[in-house]
C-alpha cells in the first residue's frame, strides 16, 4: 500500500492518507496518554516499537463483515485501518478502535506468544477490556443490567468454539460474552495470577468451555443470598 505521509513520535510510527494527518497526530497524543498504562495492565516492561498503517481509500479496506466507517486489523508491526472521518463515528470511537488492535499486538507479541494458536475470546476480551470500549460499564448498575441481558439466554456455551473463520463470533454475541469473561477473571485474581493465566494456552481452554456458565451460577446464587436476607 501506498501512504502520503509518515509521522514519527517516540515509539509510534504512523503512515497514513494527506487526508488523516490531522487525526494521525490527535490520535499520537491519545496514544501517548494510555499506552504506559496498557502495558502495565500486561506486565509488558521493554520497549515497544509500534507502526500503524491508516488510510480513507475504501479500495484498501479490505472489508470483511461488510462497509463500515471504521475498520481494522492487527499486524506483527503493529496495526492497519480504514477510517471514514465523515462516516457519523467520533473520533474517540476510533481512537479506541485503534488501541482495540494495538492490544491485540501487544498480547500477541510481547505476552502470550507469537507462534501460539490464537483464542479467539481471550483476544477480543482483553482487547475490549484495555482499550477503554465499554468503559461505561465501569458503573456498576450499567453492568449488572448488562450482565443480565448478556447471560440470560446463555448456557452451555463453550467460549472456545467461536471464531471469526466461521463468523461464529460475531454472529453469536462473541464480543460481549468475551468481555464478560475477560473481566470476570481480571476481577476474581490478582494481576500476577492474571498474567499468568493470560499467558497459559491450557489455562485459558480450561477456563472457556465453562466459564460464563460459572458466572451465570454466582450471580443467580447471589440473586438467591439476597432474596433470603
Do not use: P
Amino acid at each position: 500500500m501506498d501512504f502520503d505521509l509518515k509521522i514519527k513520535k517516540n515509539d509510534l510510527t504512523i503512515f497514513c492518507s494527506n487526508g488523516l494527518e490531522n487525526f494521525s497526530n490527535e490520535f499520537i497524543n491519545y496514544f501517548n496518554e494510555n499506552i504506559d498504562e496498557i502495558k502495565e495492565e500486561l506486565s509488558i516492561n521493554k520497549d515497544t516499537k509500534i507502526i500503524v498503517a491508516i488510510t480513507d481509500d475504501e479500495e484498501q479496506a479490505g472489508f470483511v463483515y461488510g462497509k463500515s466507517t471504521f475498520h481494522g486489523y492487527f499486524n506483527d508491526t503493529g496495526a492497519f485501518a480504514y477510517i471514514n472521518l465523515n462516516g457519523g463515528k467520533t473520533k474517540e470511537y476510533m481512537f479506541k478502535g485503534l488501541i482495540h488492535e494495538l492490544v491485540h499486538h501487544l498480547y500477541k507479541y510481547y505476552v502470550y506468544g507469537k507462534d501460539k494458536e490464537r483464542i479467539t475470546w481471550v483476544d477480543e476480551g482483553l482487547a475490549q477490556l484495555f482499550s477503554g470500549q465499554k468503559e461505561d460499564l465501569k458503573d456498576e448498575n450499567k453492568y449488572k443490567l448488562f450482565l443480565e441481558e448478556n447471560l440470560e439466554y446463555c448456557d452451555n456455551v463453550n467460549l472456545n468454539e467461536l471464531n471469526h473463520n466461521d463468523r461464529s463470533f460475531g454472529n453469536k454475541n462473541g464480543y460481549n460474552l468475551s468481555y464478560i469473561a475477560i473481566r470476570h477473571l481480571y476481577e476474581t485474581y490478582n494481576h500476577e495470577e492474571f498474567i499468568n493465566i493470560i499467558k497459559s494456552k491450557e489455562k485459558l481452554l480450561e477456563f472457556g468451555s465453562t466459564i460464563l456458565d460459572q458466572i451465570k451460577e454466582n450471580k443467580n446464587s447471589n440473586r438467591t443470598i439476597l432474596k433470603s436476607l
